[in-house]
Structure formats: C-alpha cells, structure tokens
C-alpha cells in the first residue's frame, strides 16, 4: 500500500480486569484480557484481528469504541488521543467511531421502531432537523438493501441477516471514519454471511470507510482485510498482509489456526500443527513468551524473555524469538 496515511495508532494498550479476593489480605489480582499490544491502521483499509476466544481481540475493538477504559496506553484518531483525562471517550470522537455487533437482535433496543433505532444517534447529537433525520434514515435503508416501508417495523419482525443490515445502516448513521466490525457475520447462516461481507466491502469503496474487522474465522478475514493482525492472550504474535500470511505464516500459532482450516474435500489431507495443553489463564499468564507452553519449539529463553513484535521481512512483524533468531543468522 503506497502513500499510506495512518488513520489510527494504538500504543502499549492493556486493559485489566480486577478480581474480587475472598480476604482483604490477598494480593489483588487482575485478568489481563489485552496486555500491551501496539498496531496502526490506514485510512481505508480494512484491518483484522483474529484468534482464539478470550483472546483479547473483542476488549480491544469494546475499548477503541469506548465502551471501555483503558488501564493504560493510548489510541490516538488523526494523531488525537481519542480518550479525555479520566481515560472516556470524548463525544466528538464518538462520531468518527461505530461498531457493528456480533449479535444482531440484542444490539437493538426490542422497544424501538427500526427507524427509531437508525436515527437514535442523530437525536443523540442533535443532528438536523425531524425531517432530515427521516431522510437520512431512509437513505440509509435503501443502502443497506432495507425497504423504506419497513420503517415503522420492530426488529423482532425481521431475519438475522435483515437485523444485521439494520446494525450496519445505524453504525454509519453519523458517517464515521472507523466502523469496528466486531463478528458481524458470526451469528449468521452461511449464505447470509457472504451477502453481509459483500454489503460491507461495497459500503466500504462507497463511502472510503476503514474497517477493523474482529472474527475467528480466517476464512472471512482474508475475504475482506488487506491486513491481519494474530492475537493470543492479550498479545499480538503477528501482522501481515492477508496474502503474506496465508503464504508465509512464520509464528507457530499462526501456523496452528491456518492448519485448523477445513478442507472440504476429504482427498486432501492437511498437515495439522499439533499444539500442547490448553490456553493459560489470563489472570495467571506464562512469563516469557505468552505462548511457550503449548509451542512445539519452546526454548529456555521463550520460558524467560518476552519476545518483542519486530519486523522480520517488510510489513511483517512477528513476536517470536525463533523468527528473530532466523532472521539474524539470515542477515549475517
């Protein structure tokens, strides 16, 4: 991507979540759900992050839309921080980031009139006149594929898929810069999953959005991101371009999720990458690298140092002492 202009920065986030203890002599402890994790993202393009459940990569989309606070780091909007002294979102900031909902029946209020729901952030800013605010709304559900009939419906009276047209068309009410699409399609039957991505990758070119895309699937990822960023308990592992990725994963995480791809043709037979034991817990995370108990090539050092994010070949950045270690002997 050439002349890339950064719309986003996200610098040594981390967001804890503390743990009630049972006495008022124990040590207080915190579930480190995102743990210092620092990414850009270019105007207009669409940014993914993927990985495991509990992973971090929700907290992370939750926080940069400010339903969050963070513990500590910043993320900055046109180089602006977007949080004010008491680390909440500032209302102008507010307008420039939306978020699309994994589930698409409890994000809308069951008491409102699709149309009431569209134009709720519209009332909320004070936004033109009840006119223009029913034009916008019908503008908006023409857009996303809505009939403007449908109005005065209540979202119990429509699909999934519908309901999540519904989501998209409220999040660029305000026409904001950054939409944070966090699983919008996960929810979804197949078929409406690939109407959804197309809805949005057309909405995307329209309207010059940047997208960061949250999923587990890396199907779906590849579809609609340019890059994708790994995340493994609370850590980002690696970011790349999505064709960089798929062709030349160098984390041994990373490779696990490609390898864990279905096939669907059982002629075909895959090399699975074989991980040891079960996620750690956030509230006691390893030291050294977050993932050296289940890395099939954990050395002495992965157990002791924390592995920096560092970038091994142009754009491609990978935290892992093996890579770095590679990439040293290569450089000799």
Known sequence: MENKEVLLEVNDLKVYYPVKMNTIFSRREYVKAVDGISFNVYKREA????????????????????????TSGDIKLHGKSIFSDKKQHTKE?????????????????????????????????????????????????????????????????FSGGQRQ???IARALTLSPELVICDEPVSALDVSIQAQILNLMKELKEKRGLTYIFISHNLSVVHHLCDRIAVMYLG?????????????????????????AIPVPDPEIKTMQAELQGDVPSPRHPPEGCCFHTRCPFATE????????????????????HLCSDSAKVDAK
């Open 235 to 259: 850590h980002i592992v690696e970011i790349t371009s999505k064709d960089e990725l798929f062709e030349n994963a160098l984390h041994p995480y990373t490779k696990a999720l490609l390898s």
């Open 47 to 70: 940014f993914g992050i993927v990985g495991e459940s509990g992973c971090g990569k929700s907290t992370t989309g939750h926080t940069i839309v400010g339903l969050l606070r963070p």
């Open 93 to 157: 900031m507010a307008k420039k980031i939306q978020i699309i909902f994994q589930d698409p029946y409890s994000s809308l209020d069951p008491r409102f009139t699709v149309g009431r729901c569209i134009r709720e952030p519209l009332d909320e800013h004070k936004i033109g006149t009840k006119e223009e605010r029913q034009q916008i709304v019908e503008r908006l559900m023409a857009e996303v594929g809505l009939n403007s009939e449908q109005i005065t419906r209540y979202p119990h009276e």
């Open 301 to 320: 050092k992965c157990s002791s140092v924390v592995p920096e994010l560092k970038e091994i070949s142009p754009e491609h950045f990978v935290a892992c």
């Open 165 to 167: 047209r519904i989501g």
